[in-house]
Each structure stands twice: as C-alpha cells, then as structure tokens.
C-alpha cells in the first residue's frame, strides 16, 4: 500500500501548544467562520414568524435563504483571488464591516425589500470572509501539526455553527423575537472588529498579475446561475422556465469559464492546480460530505417533526446531541489525521459517514427518535472528519502566494455543497406517496452516492504523490 504523504506522520504525540497570540489570532478567525455557519441556520426556524412581521408571503420566504446563498457561494472564488493580489487582512477586515452593517439592516429592517437586501449583503460579505478568513489561517500556521490543530478547530466550529443555528434559532425567536438572530449576528462583528486590525498579519503574493476579468466573470456568472436554478428548484421543483433557463446558462457560463482558463496569461483557477490529485479527488470529497449531510439533516427534521409529530424544541434537542459530540471529535481529529495522514482520514470518514446514514434505514413510521439522534450523531461525526480532512487535502503543498486560490476552492466546494444538496435530494421526500417513504428513499440514495465517493477517493488518493 503506497504511504499518505498528504501530511508529515507525526505518531501518537499531542499537536503543538499555540502561544498566546496565535490563541488570538486563531480565535479570530474561527469566531468569523462560526458566524458565518450560524448565518447559514439560525434563521430557518424564525421564517414563518418574519414572513407575518414584514408581510411576506409562504412562496416568497425562501428568498431569505436565496437572497443569501446567491452571493455568499456566487463570488467566493473571485474575493479568494483578489485577496491574494490585494491583500488577504485588508479584504477580511472589509469583509467583517459589510456583514456586521448588513446584519445591522436586516435586524432593523422594515419591509421585505430592505431585509432581502440586507440578506445579500451578508452573503457578500460572507464570500469575502470565508475565503480570507481561511487563506488567512493557512498563510499563518505553517503546514504541518500547527496547521493541522488549527484546521480541526475551524473545521469543529463551522459544523457546530451549522448545528447550534438551529437551536438557537428557535429558543431566541420564542424568547426575543426573529429579529435578536439578525442581532447576534451584528454582536459578533462588533466584538471581532476591533480585534481584528491589530492581530492580523498582511499577506498577498509578492508580485501583481493582472485579475483575470473575463474568467472572474463567467465563474461568478455561472455559480450565481446555478445557485438561483438549485435554491428555487427546492422550492417549486425542477419544471419551472427560470430554473431551467438559468440552469443552463449556468452550465454555459462555466463551460465558457474552462475555456477561457485554458488562454489566460493570468487564469483565476490555476488548471495546473486543479490537475493535482489531491485539488480534484479533495474537493470532491467536499463537495460529497457538505451536499449529503445537509440533505440528511433537512430530511430527518422533517421526519422527527412531520412522522413522528416531536416538537421543535425536541428536534432541536436530537442536533443538540449530535454538535456535541462533533465538538468532542474535532479535538480528537488533528491527532487522527496527524497518525494517518489527511488522505485516510477524508476516505474513511466519508465510508463511516456513509455507514451511518445507511443504518438510519431501520427508522420507523411510530418510532425512531433513539436511532435517529445516534445515527445522525455518529454520521456527523464522520463528516466533521472529512471536513477538516479535505481541507488539509486541497490546500498541503500548495505555495502562500496561491493558499487564497486553493481555500477559495475550498471554501466553494462547501457552499456549494450545502446549496445543492437539498434541491437535488431533499425534494424527492415531498414527492413521495408518503413523507417516510420520502425520507428513506432519500436516505438510501444519499448513502449510497456517499459510499461511492469513498470508494472514488480510495483509488484516486491511493499515490503518496501527484
């Protein structure tokens, strides 16, 4: 068997202590991306309530989620780029003021209009956030152990965004009010941003190629294409003139955007880059472990609440379990990856997710509340290894002066995956003749494409080297 070179083996010892100003920078960093997992859930339970605030109706509420995920996934690879041209703290710093003035508009706003566009302003300001945010991390700890530890931090922070969103979300809409999750938001940025400034280092590529315009267009064109077609299909299916029109002017944006790589002098997706094995098979992963653990979540929210009538608070308590025990795993994971090497790490917690999922077949039409929290448990805490696992996959190895590429890829391939998921899988539970029937089709088909992937990675990554 050939050796996982993805990461330098560092047996069984405990990763480095980080001094006190690597606390700091650190914390920084993975306070910005856990704001922004928790912008990704913790209004999903307060729609119903906003929509009867500002007068919007049932068919219109999805437009919260849209109006977000169109820009936040749309332009992630373009701000990842100009961050490395122009400077990475001074696109994060910019980043933070948009998101915490956007969050400031939507806690106040006063009709549907001015909270879409407060909506759309968090998604900017999160597609510059995540991809600086990250390159940021990755220019800052070096690879190896520090980098590793540091990874699995941001790695366990974003999947328990994700999860303590939806319960907090409830509890604070019950209590204070849709609008105090628009708040929390805006609390975050106004802690964050004095910090930030005097923590942060300055990093950008020594020498300044021209931005690549025409490729800066026709993938931010496409993804915001695609993005729109698979948000509003969730919604009203695949049928629709719009979700089809702008399917395939996205598929024609990005297929524009391949060609024009391969003539740019300066391209914005280096295709040597996206020829190693580890870019290609790592992202994928990705793309695998976001898409399906989302569709996983939403059909087992509908399952608790719709076939086995719980109540939000006791829905909120099963994914209340299963970010707990992702918390435990994520400080466990660098030591794993540091034994095994990130290769392993990504193809195995893709095949134990996979497993996981596959047993949540045994869930009943009267009972399954106890399989349901173990297996969605267990299953999360596979996917928080591929997390963090595929990001050290994409980014080891590759040079400071493109980190902001490889994360923008990166830190695409999540938003992405957690847009798609959902309108691609999760609809066919709907569709069904009966909701469970719904949901555990839609749990076998999702093992399923999660177990072929490891199988894909397995071989793909089986070369110490690219």
Not at 81 to 98: E, I, K, P, Q, S
Not at 146 to 155: K, N, P, T, V, Y
Not at 425 to 439: E, I, Y
Request: a positive charge; glycine letters at 12%; hydrophobic letters at 50%.
């Amino acid at each position: 068997m050939a050796t996982d070179t993805s990461l330098p083996a560092t047996g069984a010892s405990a990763p480095p202590r980080l001094g006190g100003r690597s606390r700091l920078v650190l914390f920084v960093l993975c306070a910005a991306q856990f704001m922004v997992a928790l912008d990704f859930s913790v209004l999903n339970v307060a729609l119903p309530d906003l929509g009867r605030d500002l007068g919007m109706s049932p068919s219109s509420l999805q437009w919260a989620v849209t109006a977000f995920a169109l820009p936040s996934g749309g332009f992630l690879l373009l701000f990842g780029r100009v961050a490395d041209l122009y400077g990475r703290r001074r696109l994060f710093l910019t980043g933070l003021a948009v998101f915490g003035a956007a969050s400031l508009l939507a806690t106040f706003a006063w009709d549907p209009a001015s909270f879409l566009a407060g909506r759309a302003l968090q998604g900017l300001g999160a597609a510059v956030i995540v991809p600086t945010g990250m390159s940021l991390l990755t220019t800052t700890f070096p690879e190896g152990p520090q980098r590793d530890r540091a990874l699995g931090i941001s790695g366990t922070l974003l999947s328990l965004g994700f999860t303590v969103g939806m319960v907090l979300g409830g509890v604070m809409t019950d209590t204070l009010g849709w609008r105090s999750t628009m708040g929390l938001l805006t609390v975050f940025t106004l802690i964050l941003l004095p910090l930030a400034p005097g923590l942060l280092p300055e990093s950008r590529t020594p020498r300044r190629p021209r931005l690549d315009v025409p490729g800066a267009v026709t993938v931010t064109g496409g993804l915001l294409a695609v993005i729109y077609a698979l948000s509003t299909a969730a919604d009203r299916g695949f049928g629709g003139t719009d979700v089809i029109v702008t399917l395939v002017v996205g598929v024609a944006l990005l297929t524009a955007f391949a060609v024009v790589e391969t003539r740019s002098p300066a391209p914005l997706v280096s295709l040597p880059m996206l020829r190693r094995r580890t870019v290609a098979f790592g992202n994928l992963g990705g793309l695998v472990t976001f898409s399906m653990m989302s569709t996983v979540v939403f059909v087992l929210t509908l399952y608790l609440q719709e076939t086995l009538r719980l109540s939000a608070f006791r829905t909120g308590l099963v994914f209340g379990v299963q970010g707990v025990l992702s918390a435990i795993a994520g400080t466990l994971t660098a030591r794993v990856i540091g034994r095994f090497g990130a290769r392993r790490v990504l193809t195995f917690s893709l095949a134990g997710q996979g497993l996981f999922v596959a047993a949540l077949l045994g869930l009943g039409a009267e009972s399954g509340a106890l399989l349901a929290t173990v297996g969605v448990s267990l299953a999360s805490v596979c996917h928080l290894g591929a997390i963090i696992s595929y990001g050290l996959t994409v980014t080891s190895g590759v040079p400071d002066e493109e980190q902001g590429l490889a994360t923008g890829l990166v830190t695409t391939t999540q938003q992405v995956g957690i847009t798609v998921g959902i309108p691609v899988l999760g609809v066919l539970a709907t569709t069904q003749s009966s909701l469970f029937d719904g949901v555990r089709l839609v749990l076998a088909l999702d093992a399923v494409i999660v177990l072929a992937a490891a199988a894909v990675l397995a071989v793909g990554l089986r070369r110490g080297q690219d």
